[in-house]
Every structure is written in structure tokens, then in C-alpha cells.
């Protein structure tokens, strides 16, 4: 049976916007201006939504970062609706000013303003530089700085570009608490032709456990088995079932591969659901861990072979 065609590349580009935010910045460091249009969404369910919809082929929306940990929209909106697969992912490192309307000084800023993750990651820094200015929280980083070029606030933390975008002047060029943190943005499309297995990948499931003892452990022990390493795991919380979670993880290996099949596969028997969020190339700079011995395609498909031979009485 032929192969099915490759994935086409897509043309039309979404992400979390305004301008210039973090994700824009992520965006053009992974995709050409000139492979396609990009056009800012005001929150991550609606770039995913533009994706579901076809007005869009692809979004590029924030995962995780490596201070705060994961960003519940994301997870939560790729665990529900119409399924969606991660096709790329982008790790790009974050550094945060202080912006104010050009001319304003430290002493004339009685309101500041940022995405959560932002606040989260220079809270300390702000108490110095701001003490007794409690935070605004919005929608992101750049929509901080367009509020500051409104009048509606005194100062934003956010990226040099957005400041730039909106013409701001930067009053601290380092506001963070810890430096070198990086977030991790993933590009999202609707189910396709998987990206082709590089050697060096990374899977992504969503896994709904019973409410049972062991249910967990059952879940892990499909990946230990077969010495596959996870990169990522963490709990969420079904909305429509209180008490009830589900487990984002990300494991190491393509889903073509016999053993990270095999191990999804299972999953599928012993889980309550199994969502598959892709397979695609690892970007984080690490190298995943080679296939032990007895677990390398090879090793499966002479097993597949033999069983072959067995069931069909060639002994």
C-alpha cells in the first residue's frame, strides 16, 4: 500500500498576540516572513480556534516555560476539541523590561502591568524597583505595552520589541529574577501526515486514568518497560468531571518507531483515553537516549517476523 503523501507545509500563520509579543518574536525565529502571512489572536483558544476552523493552517502558541512551568490555556485547549497535533517546537529565551511612555521617570510609575508568567518571573525585582505598586495582570506581554501607549497604565514588563512596536522607552533592560529563562512554544495544526522521524524526537499524549489505585502506575509502566524516557509529565484537572485528572506528558521517540508505537498502543488498552498531540523533531538542544538493546526497530520487526512464522505453523 503506497504512503500517504507528506504533510504540506502550511501558509497561513496564527499566534498569541498583539505585536510584539514573546510568540511573534518565537514565530519569526522558526518560520521566514516570506514562507506565509501571520496574524496576531488575542489569546491562545482563539489562535487554536482559527486552526480548527481552516482560517488558519497553524498556530504557534506557548507551552511551557522553564520558571513558571505549563500554561494552562494551552494545555487545557489541547486536551479538549477537535484534535490537534504539534508538528514543531520552539524553545526561545526571555528577557523582560521595564517600559514606560518616553520621558517617564521610576518615580512617576504608580501602576504596572504583564502576563501572569511575566509578573511571576520578576515579582521580586518589581518589589524593588516598584515597592507598593501591586501588578496588573493581562492577556500578554505585549498587550501590557499597548496599554502603556494608551494611558492605561504607567509601566509594562515586556520584550524590547513590544516596547519598540509601541513606542516605549525602556527604563530597566533587566527586570527578571532568574536570567536565561526559556519558553517553550509549540506550532499546532490540524491532523495530518506526521512530521518524518528525525532519530531524535519527542511524542506528546494526553492520558485520561481511571479513578482507581494503580491507574497511574499502569500508565508509567507502559514507557518503562520499554526503557522510554519521559520529558514531561504533569496533571490537569477534567473540567467537566471534578476530582477527575488527566496527564500531559511528552516521552522520547517518534510514534513510528516499534517501541513508542507499541507503548501508545498499550496505553490505548489500559487508559480511560489516550489523546495523541504528535510526534516531531526535539528542539530543546538534548539527545534522546539510544534504544536498548532488544528495542530498536530492527529488534521488532524480526519479532513481528517470527511470530509470523509461529501462527502460521513454519517452525
Not at 522558526?30 to 489569546?43: F, L, Q, V
Not at 527604563?171 to 490540524?190: H, I, K, S, Y
Request: some cysteine; glycine content about 8%; charged content about 25%.
Amino acid at each position: 500500500m503506497p504512503g500517504k503523501p507528506p504533510r504540506t507545509s502550511p501558509t497561513r500563520y496564527v499566534y498569541l498576540g498583539p505585536e510584539g509579543t514573546f510568540a511573534e518574536a518565537a514565530l519569526s525565529r522558526a518560520i521566514a516572513t516570506t514562507e506565509g502571512p501571520r496574524d496576531p489572536r488575542p489569546s491562545v483558544a482563539a489562535a487554536l480556534a482559527a486552526v480548527r476552523s481552516g482560517e488558519a493552517d497553524a498556530a504557534l502558541v506557548p507551552l511551557e516555560n522553564s520558571v513558571e512551568g505549563s500554561v494552562p490555556a494551552t494545555m487545557d485547549g489541547l486536551a479538549d476539541g477537535d484534535p490537534l497535533v504539534i508538528t514543531r517546537e520552539v524553545f526561545l529565551e526571555v528577557a523582560f523590561v521595564l517600559a514606560v511612555r518616553p520621558g517617564a521617570a521610576m518615580a512617576d510609575v504608580r501602576s504596572v502591568a504583564s502576563h501572569p508568567h511575566a509578573l511571576a518571573q520578576t515579582g521580586r525585582r518589581l518589589a524593588e524597583l516598584l515597592p507598593g505598586v501591586a501588578p496588573l495582570p493581562t492577556t500578554s506581554t505585549a498587550a501590557a505595552a499597548a496599554a502603556v501607549s494608551a494611558g492605561e497604565v504607567d509601566a509594562a514588563v515586556c520584550a524590547a520589541i513590544a516596547a519598540q512596536r509601541y513606542g516605549l522607552e525602556c527604563l530597566v533592560d533587566d527586570v527578571a529574577d532568574n536570567a536565561g529563562a526559556v519558553t517553550r512554544f509549540v506550532v499546532v495544526e490540524r491532523p495530518g501526515p506526521l512530521p518524518a522521524p528525525t532519530g531524535n524526537d519527542k511524542t506528546s499524549l494526553v492520558v485520561v486514568v481511571e479513578d482507581r489505585t494503580g491507574a497511574l502506575l499502569d500508565v508509567l509502566r507502559e514507557f518503562a518497560v520499554r526503557e522510554i524516557s519521559l520529558t514531561r509529565i504533569e496533571s490537569r484537572p477534567l473540567r467537566e468531571r471534578k476530582w477527575v485528572y488527566s496527564f500531559s506528558l511528552d516521552c522520547e521517540g517518534h510514534v513510528t518507531e516499534g517501541r513508542v508505537g507499541e507503548a501508545v498502543a498499550a496505553l490505548h488498552r489500559v487508559a480511560e483515553d489516550v489523546r495523541f498531540l504528535g510526534s516531531y523533531p526535539r528542539a530543546d538542544g538534548r539527545q534522546n537516549r539510544p534504544a536498548p538493546p532488544g528495542a530498536a526497530d530492527a529488534a521488532f520487526i524480526e519479532a513481528e517476523e517470527w511470530l509470523a512464522r509461529l501462527r502460521a505453523g513454519d517452525l
